[in-house]
């Protein structure tokens, strides 16, 4: 286990090694590593798979898409939670010599909250319509890579998160077969509503 962590805080500091060097850059990945930015541009792209299409029958798959990328997010942060109240694990920035870019979070490290978030909603989206889960594949690699070049998570941080994405999209999935009729009437329900 200590050569593991030992490799994972090698891996942290040869990414975050150009980290204040490069003003640019900094400022690119800072944008990125955000918060606010990609998260938020990956809520306003179910966004659109929900409202963007004019084809009915796509546009209600596309819906269910957007639903199940919803409670994938949900129960991988929830799944998160559990793992924070049994196992802390200090930030790189606590633990090795790294470069901060942006604020030093206090809550465990292990798993990546964000790499949960996004790749729970790529892996639901991804199940739905590969064209549009591959953008959003790309984005929450992209978000996590620069994450851990801000000196806010491990790779194996990042690692945990996205592997407990992914398992949460695959479940919310396969329980989106088993309650298909639940999930049709409702949004027959919102159709009325003018929600879908």
């Known amino acids: 286990m200590e050569t593991l962590i030992n490799i994972d805080q090698a891996l942290a500091q040869a990414i975050n090694a150009l980290a204040g060097r490069f003003w640019l850059l900094d400022e690119i990945v800072k944008g990125v590593a955000n918060d606010y930015f990609l998260i938020v541009s990956a809520s306003l792209?179910?966004?659109?798979?929900?409202?963007?299409?004019?084809?009915?029958?796509?546009?209600?798959?596309?819906?269910?898409?957007?639903?199940?990328?919803?409670?994938?997010?949900?129960?991988?942060?929830?799944?998160?939670?559990?793992?924070?109240?049994?196992?802390?694990?200090?930030?790189?920035?606590?633990?090795?010599p790294i470069t901060v870019l942006l604020y030093q979070p206090t809550d465990s490290s292990f798993p990546a909250n964000s790499a949960t978030i996004l790749f729970a909603i790529a892996a639901a989206v991804w199940l739905g319509n590969r064209k549009a889960g591959r953008l959003f594949f790309i984005v929450a690699a992209v978000h996590s890579l620069a994450r851990i070049y801000a000196g806010m998570y491990y790779p194996l941080d990042i690692l945990g998160g996205a592997v407990i994405g992914i398992i949460t999209a695959l479940i919310v999935f396969v329980l989106f077969q088993t309650i298909n009729p639940i999930v049709n009437w409702l949004l027959r329900q919102a159709r009325k509503l003018f929600l879908a």
């Open 45 to 96: 792209g179910l966004l659109l798979l929900w409202f963007g299409t004019i084809d009915p029958a796509r546009r209600e798959t596309n819906q269910k898409i957007a639903l199940q990328a919803m409670a994938s997010l949900g129960l991988g942060t929830w799944v998160v939670a559990i793992f924070n109240s049994a196992i802390f694990r200090s930030r790189p920035f606590d633990e090795i």
